[in-house]
């Protein structure tokens, strides 16, 4: 069975794979139960389906995502997501 975040990897791997490696290291850094996660991966699948370059949109959300999280908070976070 696979998961939402191999999902999440693998449409971001055909993009661009150093932002699919990201990706999961941030994933593995971040500690949320698991429908937070779903969330978080919700919203970096929907940054990579964007449009042409996608990753790139993904890759900045992530680049931030550790310490964003721990200032404002996972929701918050995720609705400055959303605006992008």
């Known amino acids: 069975m696979t998961s939402a975040s191999d999902n999440v990897y693998a449409v971001l791997a055909k993009q661009h794979e150093p932002t699919a490696a990201e990706f999961l290291a941030v994933r593995q850094r971040l500690t949320l139960n698991a429908e937070d996660q779903g969330r978080f991966d919700q919203m970096v ?11 790139e949109a993904a890759a900045g959300f992530l680049a931030l ?10 929701t918050q976070w995720l609705n400055r997501g959303q605006a992008a």
């Open 65 to 74: 995502s550790e310490t964003m999280i721990a200032q404002q908070g996972l």
């Open 45 to 55: 699948l929907a940054l990579a389906d964007s449009g042409w370059h996608g990753f």
